[in-house]
């Protein structure tokens, strides 16, 4: 089974102080993570991924996430937040195990980033 | 968006009314996949297809139904039997390409309003 979780329902952050966006995750295999941002009524956008080798994954629009195994978690981070940034974000775990054929994704309920000027 | 395109964007049914969402791609995937999105739930995987022709339920199919003739195209039908079918809709697909670090790229989605 996998499952991720997002403890804080609302990250909020003064522009141009780093940010940072909590994801946990629990996988009987190895994991691959993704984080997705979503702006109003639209759809997910792809940030960035973890597969293997570095842990600290660069992404989309000055965006990082660190992998650390230990633990289990895979935040997001940006070292100055923009007003622009504000939406809602998501965490995903994919379970690289026999019993996922599907490949399918589990999704964190979303953490909602509200950057203030 | 990515190439997927849904439709359509706001839709309202009556209780007891089956309604179809559109999802089309362009991506030339093989793998799509139907999401529902409530308010502080995140993502429930509703149904997803591999292949064309073929298909399999997710996490949350009851009252849902969907066909896959077509590797283009991934119609879902909200049925009556659906309790609570007012959500957001998401589609997406996916090139496993042999490989399986491959994102889920996403439609803009559908929002289904029940009168």
């Known amino acids: 089974a996998q499952s991720v979780a997002q403890p804080e329902d609302q990250v909020n952050v003064a522009e141009g102080n780093p940010l940072t966006v909590k994801c946990t995750y629990s996988?009987?295999?190895?994991?691959?993570l993704f984080w997705y941002v979503q702006y109003p009524n639209r759809g997910l956008q792809f940030l960035l991924k973890?597969?293997?080798?570095?842990?600290l994954v660069k992404g989309s629009y000055g965006f990082e996430a660190e992998f650390n195994k230990s633990q289990t978690s895979f935040h997001l981070k940006k070292p100055s937040a923009l007003v622009s940034d504000s939406a809602l974000y998501f965490c995903?775990?994919?379970?690289?195990?026999?019993?996922?054929?599907?490949?399918?994704?589990?999704f964190g309920g979303g953490t909602r980033l509200m950057v203030k000027p | 968006d990515g190439g997927i395109t849904q439709s359509p964007k706001y839709l309202f049914r009556k209780e007891g009314q089956n309604v179809t969402l559109s999802c089309e791609q362009n991506l030339n995937h093989d793998a799509m996949y139907w999401y529902r999105q409530d308010p502080g739930q995140g993502l429930r995987l509703i149904y997803y297809?591999?292949?064309?022709?073929?298909?399999q339920k997710g996490d949350i199919a009851e009252g849902y139904s969907v066909s896959r003739e077509k590797k283009e195209s991934f119609p879902l039908t909200v049925t009556s039997a659906q309790k609570n079918p007012t959500a957001f809709y998401l589609c997406a697909s996916r090139d496993p390409g042999g490989s399986l670090d491959n994102e889920q790229f996403f439609g803009p989605g559908t929002r289904l309003t029940v009168l």
């Open positions: 996988v009987s295999g190895n994991p691959y």
């Open positions: 973890y597969i293997t080798g570095d842990n």
């Open positions: 995903a775990v994919r379970d690289l195990t026999f019993n996922n054929a599907g490949n399918m994704l589990t």
């Open positions: 297809s591999q292949i064309v022709n073929d298909f």
